[in-house]
């Protein structure tokens, strides 16, 4: 290229972006696409590969730092996104040499893992998702993307909504349990929480839907492993809510890790371009998980990195996180004849659409502005609303002689090793949560309720070692106090990405001081907290306490969500996404399972040569949906519309609630349906519907829900169809419930 077209390619290109300085907020895509293929008409072909190309910064003392080879990627104009840096003045700095130290001045794209909060840390995702509340799910990713957006950064690697239905997997921590229909409405509100309305305001980014798909299904419980499943369960199970994700607007997707049927995620073409792309029509950019082109190397599935990049470019991947893969050989397999520029053309499309549909163009700045990033912080009302989350997410599991809740006037002996804890409370995926500052204990929550003397403190033991030397201090103090509140459970490294177990009981000697406590002082209430990222199994510690409450790892505020559901402020609501086992052999164990064809009697759940363990019962210790409330509500009057709908019409049912106790309260009423008979076997029981009612003591309330045949389909293994027959339905308080409705689907 000579001199006078270089100056000229130049002009035009700032003809190009003074345009787009004028633009309209809410210009169409049309006109997007219009000025991304402008662009690209100036780029090379090592310009087009740039924009595919992620890599990550590295965090010191001092705050981010970037390798000296990443800052030659960023000045060539060979970079097109980074990762793990953030704040206001390190992206502006990185930003302002994308723009203007450049040839072409293609702003950087920032990502990172705000997967529940940035610096206010909420409840992790399964606990959230405990809430059922999408208002509430919502409004704390808008509140993540306010304070990560104010900090530079445009793109979160969230929402992850992989069904996980195996406690062991510890990634099981940051979705929404185990439910499709749950999980297709968090989907749902996460996307639309973080990208608003209209992403060319400041105070949006960019949703990513992973890990698609099938990661929650791996083997044994063990991140990464293999997963294998029919087609009819990938579409009726896992790809819905990815599905709900493309419908709410996500602008990325994420690859996962697992193989699946065979093919790598990261190379299967069936699932990006097929189902994806064509058949769902995305349009957005796909990502992939850190370095995971590489993998297809180990996998067996690629020869080497060279080979690995053309699988994944075919596959329909564009943008390469950290392996480097795209960087080393993507021209040089077009230049092979190994693959069509325009793969690297429609990757590079994708990329820049997402930057221009941010604003990038029109401002590369409007995201790293320090005034607002101090403004915008750790808002009062940020931690305000933190607080509610945690209250509204934690479920009490138990609640005998109404242990909970506790009295101002009694004295509460605080055991446990997680008790003034604030380095584990706001969990794993953290992003910039402070573990050491802002964090809220548990102890710091039940302090605001009461006076000093009324608190008698002991670790008592630590979470994972052995050591018993704490037991005598705790037991001491446990036999003056008038009540016994224990907080025990995980550490934040035990659930996340690489936290599988095999033994999903508390850790340590924390059962064996349960145990301790109870012998010394039989006769007094035990209540047992437990902040943890997974279903654990306690079917011991269910014997010999009077409460459990779930609080799961609750976040920036949770010592004062936590109190004010300890101390009946809050009453609690929430309900279990995920079923709870009564021992690690019942794993995987969900609500929604099919019948076999030998299923066990109801009125002999014993019986010989049925579908049963002949040392424990199938049920679980706490099911899908269980969770309990401090007032009693009182289902009755299920009424049916009709007994039979045809495909156009739509079929009414109504419950009575009544709150029966002595609280003001909110209940969460589900809706449950069963196809008894169908071309390929349906689950037992499946959520449609659920409702979140708030009842004052003695009041009554209709709940109504409609179901059409829409409600009604499933992928029968070639279409997704509703047939005709009879279905049970009942709206109850969990899942643990026997039908006793019926309606007949008529297709005529």
């Known amino acids: 290229m000579n001199k006078d077209t270089i100056t000229f390619a130049l002009l035009f290109s700032f003809l190009i972006f003074s345009c787009a300085k004028n633009t309209n907020p809410n210009q169409s ?50 970079l097109g996104a980074m990762l793990n840096v953030y704040s206001a003045k390190k992206t502006k700095e990185l930003q302002k040499i994308a723009v203007e130290e450049t040839r072409l001045g293609i702003p950087l794209l920032f990502g990172y893992d705000v997967i529940h909060g940035f610096r206010t840390i ?30 530079g950064l445009h793109w979160t690697f969230a929402p992850m909504l992989d069904i996980g239905r195996d406690p062991r997997w510890g990634r099981i921590s940051e979705a929404a349990g185990e439910d499709v229909y749950l999980m297709n409405k968090i989907a749902d509100a996460y996307v639309k929480g973080f990208q608003g309305k209209d992403l060319s305001r400041h105070n949006t980014i960019l949703a990513c839907a992973k890990h698609f798909v099938g990661y929650g299904a791996a083997q044994a419980g063990r991140d990464y492993h293999t997963v294998n499943m029919g087609e009819d369960e990938l579409r009726n199970v896992y790809l819905p809510p990815f599905k709900a994700a493309v419908d709410a607007g996500a602008e990325s997707f994420m690859t996962a890790f697992n193989e699946l049927n065979g093919i790598p995620a990261t190379g299967n073409k069936f699932i990006f371009r097929d189902i994806l792309r064509d058949e769902w029509g995305f349009n957005g950019f796909v990502v992939t998980d850190y370095t995971a082109i590489n993998e297809l190397v180990p996998h067996g599935f690629a020869v080497d990195e060279k080979h690995a990049a053309e699988l994944a470019i075919k596959a329909g991947i564009d943008l390469d996180m950290m392996s480097g893969a795209y960087k080393s050989y993507l021209e040089e397999l077009v230049n092979d004849g190994k693959i069509d520029i325009d793969l690297i053309n429609d990757a590079c499309r994708r990329i820049l659409t997402a930057k221009y549909k941010l604003g990038l163009f029109d401002d590369p700045y409007r995201y790293s502005d320090e005034e607002r990033e101090n403004k915008t912080i750790y808002k009062p009302e940020y931690l305000e609303a933190a607080r509610e989350s945690a209250a509204m997410s934690s479920v009490l599991l138990k609640n005998d002689n ?99 177990r095999t033994n999903i009981n508390i850790p340590g000697v924390q059962t064996e001081l349960i145990k301790a406590l109870r012998k010394e002082v039989p006769n007094k209430q035990i209540i047992l907290i437990l902040m943890n990222g997974r279903p654990l199994d306690l079917s011991e510690e269910d014997t010999i306490t009077d409460a459990i409450l779930e609080i799961w790892f ?18 609690p609501s929430a309900k279990l996404p995920i079923t709870f086992p009564r021992s690690i052999g019942q ?28 040392d424990s019962p199938n049920t679980p210790l706490y099911p899908f949906g269980h969770g309990l409330s401090y007032t009693n509500f009182d289902y009755s009057d299920i009424t049916l519309s009709s007994n039979k709908i045809g495909i156009y019409d739509t079929l009414s049912v109504s419950v009575n609630i009544k709150n029966t106790g002595n609280y003001d309260g909110h209940e969460i009423a589900q809706l449950y349906i069963h196809d008894k008979v169908g071309s390929i076997t349906r689950p037992v029981k499946e959520l449609k519907g659920f409702k979140k009612i708030h009842l004052k003591k003695g009041e009554s309330k209709t709940v109504r829900f409609k179901i059409t045949h829409e409600d009604l389909k499933f992928f029968d293994g070639h279409e997704f169809l509703a047939e005709a027959g009879v279905f049970e339905i009942t709206i109850s308080n969990s899942s643990d ?6 309606f007949e689907l008529k297709m005529r």
């Open 737 to 742: 419930f026997t039908f006793k409705n019926t």
């Open 29 to 78: 895509n049309n006109d997007i696409y219009t000025k991304v293929d402008s662009l690209m008409s100036l780029m090379t072909i090592k310009e087009k590969i740039g924009q595919t190309i992620m890599y990550s910064g590295d965090w010191d003392v001092t705050g981010p730092i970037i390798s000296s080879d990443n800052m030659k990627l960023i000045r060539g104009g060979n």
């Open 554 to 571: 609750p976040g920036t505020s949770g010592g004062y969500g936590v109190a004010d559901v300890l101390f009946g402020e809050y009453n």
């Open 122 to 151: 909420f409840p992790i995702n399964l606990g959230h998702a405990s809430s059922w509340d999408m208002e509430d799910i919502k409004k704390s990713a808008r509140i993540a993307a306010e304070e990560s957006s104010s900090e």
């Open 402 to 500: 109404n242990a909970l809740p506790l009295s101002k006037k009694e004295t509460i002996a605080l055991i446990g090793p997680l008790a003034k804890d604030k380095e584990n409370i706001i969990g794993n995926w953290a992003a910039a949560g402070d573990r050491n500052g802002k964090a809220i204990s548990i102890y710091q929550g039940i302090k605001s309720y009461l006076n000093d003397a009324n608190i008698l403190y002991a670790k008592g033991c630590d979470i994972e070692t052995n050591d018993k030397s704490g037991f005598k201090k705790a037991i001491s103090l446990a036999k003056i106090a008038d009540k016994i509140v224990l907080v025990m459970g995980e550490n934040y490294h035990m659930s996340g990405e690489a936290a599988s």
């Open 587 to 614: 794993v995987p164990i969900y609500y929604n399972v099919k019948n076999t064809g030998r299923p066990i009697p109801l009125d002999n759940p014993k019986e010989d040569y049925k579908s049963n363990y002949i």
